[in-house]
């Protein structure tokens, strides 16, 4: 008697539908994209560079942020909603107190002889700052450069800073430059200040 074959399956379309698959999870699956901060870093300094030249301390407004979120502006505790307000006197200081930053005068296209600040905005965060934190008080500091920037354009043609042409643009740049320094997080929560 003669064994009766079993039939054999037809396999080939299998990996046409394991590629259906495949193509169809890569479509419909989204990825989480991390958000980060848009920085344009400074140029490295020249190799010959021995010494970083020293600020003033009336050019330099102390940003730190501890570990418990909390936020001191030049050694005194501030809430966030306070910080945008004490960055924007700080950038445009419009009576030249001596506690704030000196300027220097400089001819710019379409302002002519102009006072430009030699504020810097230096930023300290504790290691264990929360991110949420970090982000808005680089959102408040952001906010203050924009919002001067902003004045500064209307107090020239009469437009926001975002409707100027480039050129008006890198005009307004120049006047109200962007001069945020971070420095690395460190435990600046802890008493002594260890690492």
Do not use: C, H
């Not at 001191?72 to 966030?80: F, G, P, T, Y």
């Amino acid at each position: 008697m003669a064994r009766k074959k079993t039939p054999e399956i037809n396999a080939t379309s299998t990996a046409d539908i394991a590629f259906l698959l495949l193509i169809f999870f890569l479509v419909s699956t989204t990825m989480d994209v991390d958000s980060g901060l848009f920085r344009r870093l400074p140029p490295m300094p020249p190799e010959d560079m021995v010494q970083i030249p020293p600020v003033a301390k009336r050019n330099v407004l102390q940003v730190m942020v501890n570990k418990e979120d909390q936020l001191a502006v030049n050694s005194e505790l501030m809430d966030i909603s306070q910080l945008k307000a004490k960055a924007i006197e700080f950038i445009l200081n419009k009576d030249n107190k001596p506690d704030l930053p000196s300027k220097k005068i400089k001819e710019l296209p379409f302002f002519g002889q102009v006072e430009i600040s030699n504020g810097i905005v230096s930023l300290q965060s504790d290691r264990g700052t929360s991110y949420k934190m970090y982000i808005a008080v680089q959102d408040e500091l952001t906010a203050a450069y924009n919002e001067v920037r902003d004045m500064k354009a209307m107090e020239q043609w009469g437009k926001k800073y975002s409707e100027l042409t480039e050129e008006q643009m890198d005009a307004v740049r120049k006047y109200i430059p962007t001069a945020i320094s971070e420095a690395e997080p460190k435990n600046v929560g802890q008493k002594g200040g260890k690492k």
